[in-house]
């Protein structure tokens, strides 16, 4: 193993990050301009199309975020006349939401979102590797003095309700 100096170690990690946060912003910026949407309002559309109809609260363990949260996202995407929300026959407090026609043809022209990716890439790996990763970014939430910040949803004003445990 070749011998690396702390401050390249450092410095490698700032690059990475400045990575993350580039391809974000790209994707991101992207999916608004081709489509109009955030980048969470994108990523539900695609989520809902693999899976319509789709409960509310699947929609939101699928997306790693609090229904509430997901509830506000397509409220937005109704408004726009890209989803449908009806009512479940056997049981009236659950909610099924599918894309409209409109929607169907915005999925399939639009970009790949990286919320999207990032959950499918972390979702491949071991749960060793993820509980590594899980406390490496604790720590860096950490020395930013963040803890106590609500986690938006990636570059988008929409704040994430904190995560429920299985």
Request: charge should be negative; hydrophobic fraction near 40%; aromatic fraction near 2%.
């Amino acid at each position: 193993m070749k011998k690396t100096s702390k401050g390249t170690v450092v410095a490698e990690i700032i690059d990475n990050l400045r990575r993350v946060f580039q391809a974000v912003n790209e994707y991101s910026k992207k999916a608004e301009k081709e489509t109009g949407l955030t980048g969470p309002q994108l990523w539900a559309i695609k989520v809902i199309a693999d899976s319509a109809p789709i409960k509310v609260s699947e929609l939101a363990r699928r997306m790693y975020l609090h229904p509430a949260t997901v509830v506000g996202i397509v409220d937005r995407l109704e408004g726009r006349g890209l989803v449908s929300r009806t009512r479940s026959q056997e049981d009236r407090r659950v909610v099924d939401v599918e894309l409209t026609e409109q929607g169907k043809e915005l999925v399939a022209q639009s970009p790949e979102v990286a919320q999207g990716m990032l959950v499918r890439g972390l979702e491949t790996l071991e749960r060793p590797q993820l509980m590594r990763m899980a406390a490496d970014l604790e720590q860096l939430v950490a020395i930013l003095g963040a803890q106590e910040l609500p986690p938006k949803l990636l570059l988008s004003p929409e704040v994430n309700l904190p995560a429920e445990e299985e």
